[in-house]
């Protein structure tokens, strides 16, 4: 089993001890509505109005309302990364299933084997017990992404496309999803300047250096947080001042702040993530959102909601790419503003990389940006 290594998840897990949290485990009646449905709620920190990952596991839980409008649904924002455990302790005994979009939620691994009534759909980490190690239980089914694919494509449009020859990635936190679309990005430039002759240098702030959870410094940009605006346009203007001029952001509601920078300057460009970010990026009459590098939360969130409700759920950890359609970036017309030559080249990646010919770098896969199978 992986064992976690960061001092972040350890403090988590220590929560899971501490006399706060001794009420997680609660025996009560069963959590489902008066009308038979299911009781669904999400627990986010950016809350679900992120525009981003918050917002797009949201909307998978409603598009399963849709479908079963029997179902009770609640979204629950915990801003504080410290508490998310002890939130999630509070409220299990209320709802059927939890949605928990996030790293920070790994240590609830142990929470969960304490009520095995309830049911959690666990995205962008694996569950892990109270001593860090990485479980797999039948109560949750835990969905990753290889999101350093999706990263890939965003670096090779950011490459291709910048004028000045100055990119950047901004991240949020240092969570392996996050690192995964930084390592990405910056394989993706390097693939499109050594594969199609793009000229594209990497912008990065020393001050805002990333540490991911083995507490390796990984450079790149970011913010601490995923609710800091305000420091995301620092990095933003920053970034821009210093010539870069396409941005890949990668930090929930935090980039909001990057979107506000590059709106401010001129002729700057950046790259969504997660979703489809087009309408986030009108400045006035134009639009400078060049592409989103996505995964598909939603549908995945759907269909085990569904699963739980048809008896159908099977607990696992899972992890998604381009081979299930869960990883990619947005080519379609009026959602991009994507040359035909850069959306040709990135055909090309795209198939290359589905194949299995192409395996850009990740947090955890042994491969650095300048040296992958592929490149």
């Known amino acids: 089993m992986k064992k976690l290594r960061t001092a972040g998840v350890l403090a988590f ?6 006399p706060v949290f001794a ?4 025996d009560a009646a069963p959590a489902s509505g008066a009308k038979g ?24 839980i409603l598009e399963f309302k849709r479908i079963n409008p029997e179902a009770e649904i609640t979204s629950i924002k915990e801003p504080d990364m410290a508490k998310v455990v002890t939130a999630v302790g509070d409220v299990i005994a209320d709802y059927d299933v939890l949605v928990l979009p996030g790293f920070q939620f790994s240590p609830v691994g142990a929470v969960l084997q304490d009520n095995p009534d309830r049911k ?5 980490t694996a569950p892990a017990d109270a001593e860090g190690n990485t479980i797999e239980l039948d109560n949750i089914y835990s969905m990753q992404f290889h999101e350093e694919e999706s990263g890939f494509f965003a670096g090779i449009a950011a490459a291709l496309e910048t ?11 240092a969570f392996p999803s996050v690192v995964n679309y930084h390592f990405g990005f910056n394989s993706g430039v390097a693939y499109a300047n050594k594969r199609y002759g793009a000229k594209a240098q990497l912008v990065e702030l020393p001050s805002y250096a990333g ?17 800091d605006e305000a420091t995301g346009k620092v990095i933003g203007q920053a970034l821009i001042n210093q010539g870069a001029d396409v941005l890949f952001v990668a930090a929930g509601a935090s980039g909001n702040g990057v979107f506000t920078a590059a709106k401010e300057a001129n002729n700057v460009y950046i790259i969504g993530v997660d979703v489809d970010q087009y309408d986030d990026g009108f400045k006035g009459n134009e639009n400078i959102m060049l592409t989103s ?4 939360t939603h549908i995945n969130v759907t269909r085990q909601l569904q699963a739980i409700k048809d008896g159908t759920f099977k607990g696992r950890n899972v992890v998604l790419g381009a081979d299930t359609d869960s990883t990619g970036y947005v080519s379609a017309e009026g959602r991009s503003r994507l040359s035909a030559n850069t959306r040709e080249r990135l055909k090309e990646a795209y198939d290359l990389l589905r194949a299995g010919k192409i395996v850009p770098a990740a947090n955890f896969n042994g491969h650095t940006p300048d040296n992958f199978p592929g490149l």
């Open 13 to 18: 897990i220590a929560l899971l001890a501490s």
């Open 23 to 26: 009420g997680g485990k609660k």
């Open 37 to 60: 449905g299911l009781k669904v709620a999400i627990l986010t920190t950016s809350g679900v109005d992120d525009g981003s990952f918050g917002q797009d596991c949201w909307n998978g």
């Open 120 to 124: 959690v759909i666990l995205v962008d």
């Open 163 to 173: 004028k000045a020859g100055k990119v950047a990635v901004v991240g949020g936190m």
């Open 211 to 227: 540490t991911d959870v083995t507490g390796k410094v990984i450079g790149g940009n970011y913010v601490g947080g995923f609710a």
């Open 293 to 296: 590098a996505v995964k598909v």
